[in-house]
C-alpha cells in the first residue's frame, strides 16, 4: 500500500514563512498530481496548490504569489513553500496524491496525508 506523511507545519507570525513537505511511500510506481489542500475551522476544505507530472503548476487565488508548490521525484515528495503568511492562512493543511502503484494495471489511486496543523499568528 501507499502512505502519505505532512511534516512542517507549526506556528509562525505574520510575514514569517514555513515549508509543508509531502512524502509518499510504500509501493509507488510514479505520482501523476499532487494536491495541497486546507480546512480551517468551520469552513470547507479548499485546494491550495496542484503540480502535475509534467510539473504544471496551478494556484489558489488566495495563495498566488506567496505559496510555491515543488516535487522531488527522486524522493517521491512534494513541498509547499509559504512566504509571507497571513493569519487567514491559519488552517490545516493536507497532501493528496494521484499516485499509480506497483502492480496496479496502470490504475491511479487517490491518497491523503493525516494533515498538519500551520496556525499563522498576528
Known amino acids: 500500500q501507499v502512505q502519505l506523511v505532512e511534516s512542517g507545519g507549526g506556528l509562525v507570525q505574520a510575514g514569517g514563512s514555513l515549508r509543508l513537505s509531502c512524502a509518499a511511500s510504500?509501493?509507488?510506481?510514479?505520482?501523476?498530481?499532487i494536491h495541497w489542500y486546507r480546512q480551517a475551522p468551520g469552513k470547507q476544505r479548499e485546494l491550495v496548490a496542484q503540480?502535475?507530472?509534467?510539473?504544471?503548476?496551478n494556484y489558489a487565488d488566495s495563495v498566488k504569489g506567496r505559496f510555491t508548490i515543488s516535487r522531488d521525484n527522486a524522493k517521491n515528495t512534494a513541498y509547499l513553500q509559504m512566504n509571507s503568511l497571513k493569519p487567514e492562512d491559519t488552517a490545516v493543511y493536507y497532501c493528496?496524491?494521484?499516485?499509480?502503484?506497483?502492480?496496479?494495471?496502470?490504475?491511479?489511486?487517490?491518497?491523503w496525508g493525516q494533515g498538519t496543523q500551520v496556525t499563522v499568528s498576528s
Open positions: 493528496n496524491a494521484v499516485i499509480i502503484v506497483v502492480g496496479g494495471s496502470n490504475l491511479k489511486y487517490s491518497y
Open positions: 510504500g509501493s509507488v510506481f510514479s505520482i501523476e498530481a
Open positions: 503540480i502535475r507530472s509534467g510539473r504544471s503548476t
